[in-house]
């Protein structure tokens, strides 16, 4: 953080009715603190109380996005911090807004930084918004499915999930449940076709919005991504600056194994989960769609590896999203689409090579 000599960093600790605030002047190494209703009024009143330039940082926390577009109005830096990186607030015993603020400053002065977590601009957050709230939707609609099959399951009227959208076999199901279950089924029949109304709206807004993106046409060129897989794993990336290599997005994503060491002994457990779930979702759905497609490709022949060698299904789709997400990242990083025979690329261009130091 390379601030002014005269600037005032104010540490808050940001919550839906109560913010709490310590303020350091970096001049004179004064400090005060206190705590107000959280409004952007009393916000912006805190900020004109300081003379010199004045800088805010707070938790990553749910609602930050507001105080930050109240910063670039009132031209007050803004720090975003990452608090499973600051161990002050990640490994305390106890808990309090008090604390935590009083953690931020102790290691700002103690390191001279803070950990940065990214800034995603407004058109990020708007575009990552509707991508979540499709794969809400998603995971609404199939536990919706599987309520309805539990309830004609239990009136012993089984049916594949093809015959819920057709009107014959909702007009045949009268004669076959009780007519409180009928009931029932209406209801949950109309709400899965509001569902599938609302989701395709959503698709459509959504394709909108990446069409002529170049980043959107490298996704769709790799095998096992489609529509909504691509604009969820293109909403929870953001950009490709917040990643220096491929195996720190394969990390983000919580495909990574942990890794724990003591005494020269390293020992391997199960994946972190630290992700976003919309990202681990698609990233792992989209190695079932490449076993399913004709195309090679590096994640589908791990995943076929690793099931002839008698992994777990989950361990070998865990493995190939790993390296679903680093073939990502390689392709967005060149700016190339996706080629089934690398190889065979490789040979042209030494044949190319051959051929003009020929001429």
């Not at 830096?77 to 990186?85: E, Q, R, S, Y």
């Not at 977590?117 to 957050?125: G, I, L, P, Q």
């Not at 220096?244 to 457990?269: D, E, H």
Request: glycine fraction near 6%; include cysteine.
């Amino acid at each position: 953080m390379n601030l002014p000599i005269d600037t005032t960093l104010i540490f808050g600790d940001y919550h839906k009715r109560l913010f709490v605030y310590r303020a350091l002047n970096l001049a004179t190494g004064e400090s005060r603190k206190g705590s107000f209703p959280t409004s952007a009024e009393n916000l912006k009143e805190l900020f004109e109380s300081f003379e010199g330039p004045v800088t805010l940082t707070i938790e990553a926390t749910r609602g930050w996005e507001w105080v930050y577009d109240l910063c670039l109005e009132c031209k007050v830096g803004f720090h975003l911090i990452d608090t499973n990186k600051t161990p002050g607030i990640s490994r305390s015993v106890k808990k309090s807004d008090e604390r935590d603020v009083e953690a931020l400053e102790y290691q700002f002065m103690a390191t001279g930084t803070l950990p940065a977590s990214y800034k995603a601009s407004f058109d990020e957050r708007e575009f990552r918004a509707l991508t979540r709230h499709l794969h809400k939707l998603r995971g609404m609609k199939q536990s919706l499915l599987q309520r309805i099959h539990a309830l004609i399951d239990s009136n012993n009227y089984p049916a594949a999930q093809k015959y819920f959208y057709k009107r014959s076999w909702r007009k045949e199901a009268i004669s076959h449940l009780s007519p409180d279950s009928f009931c029932i089924l209406q209801q949950k029949l109309a709400l899965l076709d509001l569902l599938c109304k609302q989701k395709s709206a959503l698709e459509k807004r959504l394709e909108e919005k990446v069409k002529g993106v170049r980043a959107y046409e490298i996704l769709i060129s790799i095998p096992g991504i489609h529509l909504s897989i691509g604009v969820t794993i293109l909403g929870e990336l953001c950009t490709l600056d917040r990643f220096q290599r491929s195996k720190s997005f394969s990390a983000f994503s919580g495909l990574a194994p942990s890794v724990r060491g003591s005494a020269g002994k390293v020992q391997i457990g199960k994946i972190t989960r630290r992700g976003p779930k919309a990202l681990r979702w698609a990233l792992t759905q989209a190695i079932l769609g490449a076993v399913r497609s004709k195309t090679p490709s590096p994640h589908k022949s791990l995943y076929l590896r690793l099931i002839k060698r008698n992994k777990p299904k989950l361990v070998a789709r865990c493995a190939a999203a790993r390296k679903l997400a680093c073939l990502i990242h390689t392709l967005l990083e060149r700016d190339e689409l996706f080629d089934p025979n690398p190889k065979r690329k490789n040979q042209n261009s030494k044949e190319r090579q051959l051929a003009s130091a020929e001429r």
